[in-house]
């Protein structure tokens, strides 16, 4: 009696055994988990995957503000390149992104950065505004730049001159020529004649695209 039982129990063993073995080598199809990350390949060309790597930031709140408030008002300056109102908005937001930069190295403001202890300052404002979003920034003031005219007085001194840099308009930059009069030099003052970025391309050989206002 004892002997059959034992044989029924081996038997029945041997069979759990059997069947789980069969499952576990059976290949099942994985049904969906939302709790399971999910995985793509990812374009690198696609338009969604650059904007992605150009909005990088150092995430401060303050400057990814003024840095927004650039790209805002440079792209509706570009829609609108003869709207008042627009460029006012545009050059106030640019004048508030500079001197950002200024206040991390003050000698950009007055024009009077050497070395040492300046470039110190000089290397802390480029890392703080060196950030993929900052390129981003940049590029799209050189684009409004080449769309939009500005002309020398357009932005305060203290601004112009890293503002023009940044968008590459030498057309809006006081130190681009030597003085004639002592003091700051801006629209009102300066008896030069003010080229504008038409004459400039000019003489380089370059086609000014930029929009005829009328005035």
């Given at each position: ?60 709140p ?9 790209l ?8 609108d ?9 545009y ?125």
């Open positions: 009696m004892s002997t059959l039982r034992f044989l029924g129990l081996a038997v029945g063993m041997f069979a759990a055994v059997f069947v789980g073995m069969r499952w576990l080598l059976t290949v099942h199809a994985m049904q969906p988990d939302a709790r399971l990350p999910t995985f793509h390949q990812v374009d690198k060309d696609s338009p969604r995957f650059q904007l992605e790597q150009t909005s990088i930031s150092d995430e401060d303050t400057r990814d503000r003024l840095r927004h408030e650039v805002d008002d440079a792209k509706a300056l570009d829609d390149p003869c709207n008042p109102i627009l460029k006012a908005r050059i106030k937001a640019v004048n508030d992104y500079a001197h950002a930069w200024i206040s991390i190295a003050p000698c950009l403001g007055n024009h009077t950065c050497r070395s040492g202890a300046d470039s110190a300052l000089m290397d802390r404002a480029a890392q703080a505004f060196g950030s993929p979003l900052d390129h981003r920034v940049r590029e799209a003031m050189v684009a409004v730049h080449e769309k939009a005219r500005f002309k020398l007085g357009d932005f305060p001194n203290d601004t112009a001159t890293l503002v023009a840099t940044m968008a590459r308009d030498g057309s809006i930059n006081p130190l681009a020529m030597h003085p004639t009069t002592n003091g700051p030099v801006n629209a009102q003052n300066d008896p030069r004649p003010h080229p504008g970025m038409a004459e400039i391309r000019a003489q380089f050989g370059d086609t000014d695209n930029r929009q005829d206002c009328g005035h």
